[in-house]
């Protein structure tokens, strides 16, 4: 391959994986449940990029990630020895093999692997023009998905039904309402950054013009998603935006945040309906009454997550405590809430905070491991965000994304890490380089 095939491969894999990578699935499904396999669309372009890559690195026709974070090879290394072992582990603990702990869990953890490898190595051979275009694709998906996704639910409460769910039509790119929140975020911080920034990305200095529109959709975005953690992260990270770019913030996002919420006022003046989800309000109040007067009756009539999660939090932590150092092994709690819920007709395949979920599952060792890499990770960009302010911009991500982990599992998520590739790699601090030739070493 060329250098400028090279070029062109890169600048492809980047919007390819840009558009596909917001689309998520859940294959094998049980009615009623999350069990299944969880999938995104960009999983099925890695195969293909992933061998393409490799004939480049054999052929010497490109160069292997670079990162900007000493030892990074060692840290996958350690971290994917971890997840096997603990998958392992599980079956002494269970006494079963977890087919949804394998696909979902430790296949899953390699996906991410090859996400954040991709990243950085698309970084390191196509440096700054690379990541403007992945900037581009991702926030015009978003806020293609963002528009489409809120018309559906204005028609459906108006009578129009236009596609057969009604029930949280913003799922729509994530998969998951709450996901759907935090990319909102991202692409909010990104936008301003790219705002503030253009001169030194100028293939992306058009995603500033976005900012009105995102900036105007927020309102809608947040009360249609019905996510309470996802409007909590986004006052922080607006609040993050008053400190870090005061001016831009007030001419530029104030007006079109309280522009768009004169629109949801009057919007619901008129239909009275889901746009601020009453549904999700209504069985917010009746669990509290319902947790006072009879917990159990409230878990099994599956009135209200909040006191489901609070249960299966409870009993996360009951399992730790029997595996305090390397924890129950991948897909424990699976069988553990299985066993413990016999008798309802609730399942529940996941622990709603990540790092209560790494406890459990991995123990102290994985909390530990997995908490130190993702902290050295953000000092290494911290420590860039004066020659790169992308970088900085990625540490107010990494932390509103770890706000995020508190009160859902968000591991998973891959966009993320293939954020974090593309932040990490080496080439994403140099200038744009030529199409015609990668970073050379």
């Known amino acids: 391959m060329s250098d400028g095939r090279l070029h062109r491969f890169c600048l492809l894999m980047a919007a390819l994986a840009a558009i596909l990578i917001q689309i998520q699935m859940s294959v094998m499904t049980a009615p009623g449940s999350y069990l299944g396999l969880r999938v ?62 394998l696909t979902n869990k430790l296949v899953g953890w390699f996906v991410l692997v090859a996400y954040f490898c991709l990243g950085g190595w698309l970084a390191t051979n196509s440096g700054a023009a690379v990541r403007a275009r992945f900037l581009k694709f991702f926030i015009a998906t978003f806020c293609l998905a963002a528009i489409g996704s809120l018309i559906i639910l204005l028609l459906s409460d108006l009578g129009f039904t236009i596609v057969p769910y009604k029930v949280y039509p913003l799922a729509g790119v994530m998969g998951n309402r709450n996901a759907f929140a935090l990319l909102c975020v991202v692409a909010l911080v990104i936008a301003v950054y790219e705002d503030q920034h253009g001169a030194a990305h100028r293939q992306a200095r058009w995603i500033g013009g976005l900012l009105p529109v995102i900036s105007f959709l927020l309102p809608a975005l947040l009360v249609g998603i019905g996510s309470r953690t996802g409007a909590v992260v986004m006052a922080v990270a607006l609040l993050a935006l008053v400190c870090l770019r005061p001016g831009p913030f007030l001419r530029r996002i104030v007006p079109y945040i309280a522009a768009g919420m004169v629109v949801v006022v009057a919007v619901y003046s008129v239909t009275g309906k889901s746009l601020l989800r009453e549904n999700q309000i209504s069985r917010t109040i009746i669990a509290a ?4 007067q009879n917990p159990e009756a409230l878990l ?62 991995t123990g102290l060792v994985g909390l530990a491991l997995f908490a130190t890499f993702y902290a050295v990770a953000m000092i290494a960009l911290w420590r860039r965000r004066k020659d790169d302010p992308w970088a900085g911009t990625m540490v107010l991500i990494l932390f509103l994304f770890a706000l995020m982990a508190l009160v859902h599992e968000v591991m ?30």
């Open 40 to 101: 995104n669309l960009a999983d099925l372009m890695l195969p293909v990029a992933g061998l393409v890559v490799l004939v480049t690195l054999l052929r010497k026709k490109s160069l292997w990630p670079r990162w900007s974070l000493s030892g990074t090879w060692v840290w996958l290394i350690v971290l994917s020895g971890l997840m096997l072992l603990s998958f392992l582990y599980g079956y002494t603990v269970t006494g079963e093999w977890s087919r949804w702990a």
């Open 289 to 292: 009454d319902l947790a006072q």
């Open 300 to 361: 099994e009539k599956r009135t209200g997550s909040e006191a489901i999660r609070l249960r299966v939090n409870s009993d996360a932590v009951v399992l730790w405590q029997k595996h305090k150092l390397i924890g129950a092994g991948l897909g424990s709690f699976l069988t553990f809430s299985h066993r413990s819920y016999d008798g309802t007709d609730i399942v529940v395949d996941l622990i709603d905070c990540t790092p209560l979920w790494l406890l459990t599952e």
């Open 412 to 441: 998973f998520t891959r966009f993320m890490w293939l954020l974090l590739g593309l932040s990490l790699g080496t080439g994403a601090n140099l200038p744009q380089h030529s199409q015609s030739a990668p970073v050379q070493q």
